[in-house]
């Protein structure tokens, strides 16, 4: 009697990993039509999306621009950071610290590092 529940365990157990093998084997591409598979992802192709332009997302090569220096300004500290004045050489920036309402400059130039 031992035997026979050892061998029908056994049994079900082969039976088992028999359904979830075939259920694998047949998750390869089949259309029903006389079609190929779908083509391979490549990392170079973007799917019909326009490209973006270089350097999209960073400063223009030349100056400093106003959104990073807000966005820096807001890194030292600065809360409701806007630009107040954009002169050839230096971008100025307002806004409040924990002592009261205090501005900031920085260079314009790419990077825009500060002048304080």
Same mark, same amino acid.
């Given at each position: 009697?031992? %035997? &026979?529940?050892? /061998?029908?365990?056994?049994?079900?157990?082969?039976?088992?990993?028999?359904? /979830?093998?075939? !259920?694998?084997? !047949?998750?390869?591409?089949?259309?029903?039509?006389?079609?190929?598979?779908?083509?391979?992802?490549? /990392?170079?192709?973007d799917w019909g999306r326009p490209?973006?332009?270089?350097? @999209?997302?960073?400063?223009?090569?030349?100056?400093?621009?106003?959104? @990073?220096?807000?966005?820096?300004?807001?890194?030292?500290? &600065?809360?409701?950071a806007r630009v107040v004045d954009?002169?050839?050489?230096?971008?100025?920036?307002?806004? @409040?610290?924990?002592?009261?309402?205090?501005?900031?400059? &920085?260079? %314009?130039?790419?990077?825009?590092?500060?002048?304080?």
């Amino acid at each position: 009697m031992i %035997n &026979f529940t050892k /061998s029908a365990i056994g049994i079900l157990l082969a039976l088992g990993t028999a359904a /979830s093998t075939s !259920s694998i084997a !047949s998750a390869q591409y089949y259309d029903g039509y006389d079609r190929g598979p779908p083509p391979r992802y490549e /990392s170079d192709r973007d799917w019909g999306r326009p490209h973006s332009p270089p350097g @999209w997302g960073r400063p223009p090569r030349g100056g400093c621009d106003p959104r @990073w220096a807000e966005d820096k300004a807001r890194d030292f500290g &600065f809360r409701r950071a806007r630009v107040v004045d954009v002169t050839p050489r230096r971008v100025i920036v307002q806004g @409040w610290t924990r002592r009261g309402p205090d501005e900031i400059s &920085f260079a %314009n130039v790419r990077g825009c590092p500060a002048l304080r």
